[in-house]
């Protein structure tokens, strides 16, 4: 912790450089360097100030970027970290046992609340790892239940999740992943229909991702209705943020519901920590991993919050227990809490409908420019999958030297997509930013 010199430190400091006060210690500099001043204006909102002194910082050669693909760069107002960093809720371990204090447990409540709220869904967990450990959890949750072995998973799925997922599954266990073809960027209802088929009452769960890994929205109803029809689970996996302006996947059927917890007060930092969100049917409630905090009242009538529901193997026997993921990042949980809790309602509603503006307007700016094209007609939400006229990562280098890391290169997860970048905007990008990618690239042509 910071500690300002006492006036007898500072009078030790100066005696031993040879001076008698600060003024004369710095006398010899030019006085145009003595309190120069940021030269800001007397008021701006605090993200427009953001914006100015990140600009300010651009010039020591921070790219302007548009780069997402699973982690976003939105605005997280100061209050966030100001409050989830007090003493009161940082802790190196997590908060899992029953004394935990009520404070903790009512943040632990309340994060549970909105997410259940924000998916449309019966009930939420205290939080996981992140997205890809709320999927395959979602998963395991599902060969349970239904006592299949088969997870159908689409192509435009986050290839992270589909790693984490063949980490848990593909060695040493009876379960098999069967991927769906997403050829126009979305799935292929014929494939998914055929592949139902081809693995009749083999089929624990349908994995939709919606917005997907090209940023497209999916039709999470007509894939819902296809997976139950078979008898399996709908796992629908989505950021939370674009719920703000979609229907959440509570109200198209799925069964169980994951995401991140980044894009609601998590900032980047080389992939994490962030908090994985995991709700579901109410039917499921005793199967999903992790923990639960409820709210009762104690002897004096008073409301109070517990754990509960912690089936995990130190509580029941081993053999029945759920998944003991309960380690987690419990204050990313609490930045999502209060960063959403600020937010509102309201305030999800707009910003989401920010991002989805600015990356159309983003769009059909870039999808003019000659040789380049929008790769997919499905509806997006802040992200989209932009076709060049050259290879991505050789205009991605050239973008980079003008000062604009123009997007993700998918030739690393999609060989055949070597010409296509995908691209992400948020609110955090103003008009000029996207001009200045426009023109960028125009002049790259």
Known sequence: MFQPNSALDEKKLLAAVGVSSFEELIQRLPKKYVNPGLGLPNEMAEMDLTRFLTDLSNKNGQPLSFLGAGSYDHFIPTVVSALSNRGEFSTAYTPYQP?????????????????????GMDIANASLYDAATALSEAALVAFR????????????????????LETYFLENTPYRLVTLACPEGTIDPNDLDAKLKQNENQVAGVVVQTPNFFGCLENGSVIAEKAHAAGALLIASSNPLALGVVSPPGEFGADIAVGDGQPLGLSL???????????????LMRKMPGRICGRTVDVNGKPAFVL????????????????????????CATAMTIH????????????????????????EQLSQLPGFNLKFTAPFFNEFVLELPEEAETLQKKALELGVLAGLPLKTFYPKLDRHLLINVTEKKSKEDIDRLVSVLRSLK
């Not at 239940?145 to 984490?164: E, S």
């Not at 959403?340 to 769009?363: C, D, I, S, V, W």
């Open 99 to 119: 004394e935990a204090s009520q404070g903790t447990l009512q943040v632990i409540f309340e994060f549970q609340s909105m997410v259940a709220e924000i998916y």
């Open 269 to 283: 930092s080389f992939g994490g920590p962030y908090v994985g969100l995991f709700a579901c049917k109410k039917e």
């Open 145 to 164: 239940h239904t006592d299949r072995h088969i997870l159908l998973i689409p192509d435009a799925l986050h290839p992270h999740y589909r790693r984490t």
């Open 308 to 331: 509960t529901l912690q089936a995990r193997e130190q509580h029941i026997r081993r053999e029945k227990a759920n998944s003991n993921i309960c380690t987690n990042q419990n204050l």
């Open 340 to 363: 959403t809790a600020m937010l509102g309602p309201e305030g999800l509603k707009e910003t989401a409908e920010l991002n989805l503006q600015l990356a159309h307007y983003a769009a």
